[in-house]
């Protein structure tokens, strides 16, 4: 068919078109709905999970002061820092960006642990531990120490444990309610879940929950932990991670990777359970497909090898962390979990260093890339957006100042956020 402006086809291509967009109609708009493009908002590095009887209003303070405290006990050299960190070189300028860190904002993301962490108690003493742990997280939200996000993670919706999840639920989000407190940034955890039914039930009891308690719709949001086969993989051999994004009708805002449950399911031997073990990586490609495009964050699971003992176990436990942690940025995944006061030390110094590292060519490239200048790249605008993304979140987190991007990359935090965020209907 010829194309040309004075062929006489061009109306029928006309009528063609429109008769395509007709037949994709619906399609399209399934697709929109099912894929809202990049994560809005500001994912934190981390989710701290603590038990629920060990939680109370300075418990972030209380952790920022512990992680000060082991870094001075366990690193006071650059040389023993180097060492557990793995760096070469100078490392005063990071060991400066940590202590910041741990003094200002020590827990970005904040879990009070209702399930593994606290275990099964009388149901009068869980009772009380969700009002009193709402309490203590009202005073922390209005001192403006609860973090970006924070909330609860409840037992699952297994029948054997599904009243229980749910009575503390409603205990908890009452509690918060009745206090005043603000509900933004509050995330509750679904742990075990094994079908995409627990998940559209999970989203109708919130939904409930809001309307007896007055609240605003949609507000009650939850994340998804992975961490049995039947998530990752249904019985009639479909993956169900992604109709569980749908089921949760706009309310699930994470994926969230169970290291030890999940490995414990396949036969994995203890002391090989990690995040690094073959299973595990398999668990998080299929979650990051799922979640691609969605607005669904993704986030990988705890190491249990603690920060605690001598000197020089303390190091060894933070090398290791540290190259987990960076294994998963690497990976693509920019968050993990933290059960240690300590663990913040290698958290944050590993996460500082990858953006650190990774500053000068993003922000070349992106310079390049956006004033058309000659360079040793020809980046597509997929990856243009993936190097604003990545000096963002480098940006929110604190690695990387707003002065030393601009300068680099030519262009402001708010000319960098607003690359970052995908456009309707195609490419940046």
């Known amino acids: 068919m010829s194309t040309t402006p004075d062929s006489p086809g061009l109306a029928g291509l006309t009528d063609l078109a429109d008769e395509v967009d007709r037949r994709l109609a619906a399609a399209d708009l399934a697709l929109a709905s099912a894929y809202a493009g990049m994560p809005r908002g500001r994912q934190p590095v981390h989710t701290v999970y603590v038990p629920a009887d060990r939680f109370d209003a300075s418990t972030t303070r209380t952790w920022g002061r512990s992680a000060v405290e082991a870094l001075a006990a366990n690193a006071g050299t650059d040389d023993e820092l180097a060492e557990a960190w793995c760096r070469s070189g100078d490392v005063d300028a990071l060991r400066r960006q940590v ?24 149901d009068a003493e869980e009772d009380r531990a969700a009002e009193t742990a709402a309490t203590a997280l009202a005073e922390a939200i209005a001192a403006g120490s609860a973090g970006i996000a924070h909330g609860i993670r409840v037992k699952s919706l297994e029948p054997e444990t599904r009243v229980r999840s749910l009575r503390t639920l409603e205990l908890f989000v009452a509690t918060l309610a009745r206090r005043g407190a603000s509900l933004d940034g509050l995330v509750t955890t679904l ?13 109708y009891v919130l ?15 939850f994340e998804l932990q992975v961490e049995t086969p039947e998530s990752v993989l249904g019985a009639g051999g479909n993956a169900p991670l992604a109709p569980m994004i749908r089921a949760g009708e706009g309310r699930v805002t994470g994926l969230h990777y169970g290291t030890y449950d999940y490995s414990a399911a396949f036969g994995v031997a203890p002391h090989l359970q990690s995040t690094e073990h073959p299973v595990a990586d398999h668990a998080k490609a299929v979650m990051q497909v799922a979640a691609a495009g969605t607005g669904v964050f993704v986030s990988d699971g705890s190491s249990n090898v603690l920060p605690v003992g001598s000197p020089d176990e303390v190091r060894s436990a933070w090398r290791l ?27 944050y110094a590993a996460t500082y260093a990858f953006f650190r590292d990774g500053l000068p060519e993003a922000a070349q490239r992106l310079r390049a890339a956006t004033s058309k200048d000659e360079g040793g790249f020809l980046d597509e605008p997929a990856t243009v957006r993936a190097m604003t993304s990545f000096l963002v979140r480098g940006l929110d987190c604190g690695a990387l100042g ?27």
Not at 100 to 117: V, W, Y
């Open 99 to 122: 202590l910041a860190k741990l003094t200002t904002e020590p827990i970005e993301d904040l879990r009070i642990d209702f399930e593994d962490g606290y275990g099964h108690r009388p």
């Open 402 to 428: 707003a002065g030393e991007v601009e300068e680099l990359s030519g262009l402001s935090p708010d000319g960098i956020r607003a690359l970052a965020r995908p456009r309707a209907g195609g490419s940046a």
């Open 207 to 221: 939904s409930r929950l809001e309307a007896a308690l007055d609240l605003p719709p949609g507000v009650l949001r």
């Open 191 to 203: 742990p075990k879940v094994t079908s995409t039914e627990q998940v559209a039930a999970f989203a």
């Open 321 to 347: 962390h540290a190259r987990l942690v960076r294994r998963s940025l690497a990976a693509g995944i920019p968050q993990g979990w933290d059960l240690h006061p300590a663990q913040l030390v290698s958290r």
